[in-house]
């Protein structure tokens, strides 16, 4: 026996619109998870949360052999040595009380944006300086501004090694040095990278 089209028709409707309700509840509850995702906290070690860089003396020869400080594009940060015989000049500067640990294990970790309007920072290996292609801000090998427009040095995260494992916190950014910090000493060692900026 045929269906009745009437029945039929409701029948249709019925499905098109449980249908549109089902798409329109899937999409609304994806939306919320993915707010939901954006804003919690990092779990995972990625940015924004402690970060187990390496073993210290693993990552110290490779900045030894390359010349280069150690790159985690994970954790936007650069990891460089801090010289010990420079710890007591950063004890007197206020800039470093959230980072001397650190520096007195004989690291320091550098957030990669510049200062001055968040370009990427690149090291420069004639020179041994951080030198930005943006504006040409520079910096020595623990951050230090040595010229260009950045308001202050290359800003920073708190680190500290743990069991012989470099670790960083992403979750806060400490802002760098003043202008004219120079706890190192170190000055630019060949060729520069960009072209050397006076301040402005």
């Known amino acids: 026996m045929p269906l009745d089209e009437e029945a039929l028709g409701v029948t249709r409707r019925q499905v098109l619109n449980r249908?549109?309700?089902?798409?329109?509840?899937?999409?609304?509850?994806?939306?919320?998870?993915?707010?939901?995702?954006?804003?919690?906290?990092?779990?995972?070690?990625?940015?924004?949360?402690?970060?187990?860089?390496?073993?210290?003396?693993d990552i110290m020869e490779e900045i030894a052999d390359k010349k280069e400080?150690?790159?985690?594009?994970a954790g936007r940060v650069y990891i460089s040595p801090y010289p010990e015989d420079a710890?007591?000049?950063?004890?007197?500067?206020?800039?470093?009380?959230?980072?001397l640990e650190g520096y007195e294990q004989g690291v320091v970790a550098l957030y990669?944006?510049?200062?001055?309007?968040?370009?990427?920072?690149p090291w420069c290996k004639t020179s041994q300086w951080y030198e930005c292609?943006?504006?040409?801000?520079?910096?020595?090998?623990?951050?230090e501004k040595k010229g260009g427009p950045?308001?202050?040095?290359?800003?920073?995260?708190a680190a500290t090694v743990?069991?012989?494992?470099?670790v960083v916190d992403t979750s806060t950014v400490i802002p760098g040095p003043p202008i004219g910090t120079n706890t190192t000493g170190q000055e630019s060692e060949g060729p520069h990278c960009i072209g050397a900026v006076s301040d402005h």
């Open 69 to 73: 400080p150690f790159y985690l594009g």
């Open 150 to 157: 950045a308001p202050r040095g290359m800003d920073r995260f």
């Open 19 to 57: 249908g549109i309700v089902a798409t329109f509840a899937l999409t609304l509850t994806g939306f919320g998870a993915a707010c939901v995702a954006m804003l919690w906290p990092s779990l995972s070690g990625g940015f924004g949360s402690k970060i187990r860089v390496g073993k210290f003396d």
């Open 112 to 121: 990669q944006k510049c200062p001055h309007l968040g370009c990427r920072v």
């Open 162 to 166: 743990e069991n012989g494992i470099v």
């Open 87 to 99: 710890v007591n000049n950063a004890k007197g500067v206020q800039a470093y009380s959230a980072v």
């Open 133 to 143: 292609p943006c504006h040409g801000s520079q910096y020595n090998r623990v951050g």
